[in-house]
Every structure is written in structure tokens, then in C-alpha cells.
């Protein structure tokens, strides 16, 4: 069964899986693979809902594997994917407070996030805000993230 990282975006899915596994799989990269676009181009033509399909596809052929999956921060949203973490033994969220991942997300210059540039602080937070239940409710295990090395957070996984 596979380990999955669930969490908001800037919580350090990418950054644990790798050293949880170097061959572990980024899930968005599966998918911009698979629909031969980015994401977001993908969004602004097809929509949420045609990618949400594709993403619970993705998620059910990778949950079976024995792989460290790192998924999207969206990977919540719907109902069947929230079924499929929760009935995964090694779902972890990796949670943060809000400020915390808005300064992170704020100072990564290298992963331009669209929610975030398109996004007011007030309604960005609001989008924080109605995932918070659906993490947790998702995962196996919680690990809060905040103010703990990448390091820190490996060995309490392991």
C-alpha cells in the first residue's frame, strides 16, 4: 500500500517525499503527464471537474501501488478522493497553520501556485479553511509540520 502526503499546498509534500523515498511519485507531474499540459492550462480550458475525474483516476491507480506519493493540495476536494485516502492505512497530513504556509507559499519563488496569485489573503485563507476538516478526516495520521526541520518530520513518519 502507498504512503500518501495530503496537505495544503507549501505544507512540504515534494520536500518529504523525496526523502522519504527519492523515486517517490508527484502525482501532478502523473497527471500533466497523462493530459500532456499543465495543470493550470488544463483548468482554464476543461475545468475543475474534468480534471477532479482524472485526479481520482490517478489516485486510484496509485494508492494500489507500494509507492511515496505526493499529491496535489486539492486532492481533498471531492468526496471519492477523500474515500480513497481514508480507507488508505498510510495517508498522512501534513498539517501547518495558515501563516506559516502563506509566508512558505509567499517566498517560493520557484512554484508560481495559481490559487495564491489570484487569490486575496482573506479568500486564500478561506480556501485553507474549508480543507481543514477534509485533511483530517482523510488521514491516517497527522503531523504538524510547523517550526520542525524536514528531517524532524521523516523520523516521526518512520
Known amino acids: 500500500m502507498a504512503k500518501v502526503l495530503i496537505g495544503f499546498m507549501g ?3 515534494s520536500t518529504i517525499a523525496r526523502l522519504l523515498d527519492p523515486n517517490y511519485i508527484d502525482m501532478d507531474v502523473v497527471i500533466e503527464n497523462s493530459i500532456g499540459m499543465p495543470i493550470a492550462d488544463f483548468f482554464a480550458t476543461k475545468g475543475e471537474a474534468a480534471f477532479r ?8 491507480d496509485l494508492i494500489a501501488t507500494d509507492k511515496v506519493i505526493s499529491t496535489g493540495g486539492g486532492v481533498v476536494v471531492t468526496e ?12 498522512i497530513y501534513l498539517k501547518a497553520d495558515f501563516e506559516t504556509l502563506y509566508q512558505r507559499i509567499a517566498n517560493d519563488t520557484k512554484n508560481v501556485r495559481p490559487l495564491f496569485v489570484t487569490n486575496s489573503k482573506e479568500d486564500f485563507k478561506a480556501i485553507f479553511d474549508s480543507r481543514q476538516i477534509w485533511y483530517e478526516e482523510a488521514a491516517a495520521q497527522i ?3 510547523t ?4 528531517q524532524e518530520i521523516v523520523e516521526e513518519i518512520r
Open 143 to 145: 503531523i504538524d509540520v
Open 147 to 150: 517550526n520542525k526541520t524536514p
Open 53 to 60: 475525474e482524472i485526479e481520482s483516476d490517478v489516485l486510484l
Open 11 to 13: 505544507s512540504g509534500k
Open 80 to 91: 471519492k478522493n477523500r474515500q480513497l485516502l481514508a480507507e488508505n492505512p498510510q495517508t
